[in-house]
């Protein structure tokens, strides 16, 4: 399955936020940065869900799950 790179780099985005919010030392800080992980994530998902209805034969699913393996397991590809 091709994958488009802006769902890449959007999901790399999610996690990137995600690892800053747990880096968070201040009850401000993890507020902030909260905010923009959940932005980031919902962002990512989104554009997934949006790639996989141009093509009726596109489960969303697998294409998170291959998106999520690209970002979090590059060395498999």
Not at 20 to 38: H, M, N
Request: aromatic content about 2%.
């Amino acid at each position: 399955m091709t994958i488009p790179d802006r769902l890449i780099e959007l999901e790399r985005a999610a996690v990137d936020a995600m690892a800053a919010l747990a880096q968070a030392t201040s009850s401000e800080e993890s507020d902030r940065l909260r905010v923009l992980a959940v932005d980031a994530a919902a962002a990512a998902q989104a554009a997934i869900t949006e790639y996989a209805k141009e093509d009726p034969d596109r489960n969303r699913m697998k294409v998170e799950a291959e998106v999520k393996r690209l970002v979090r397991h590059p060395e498999t590809q």
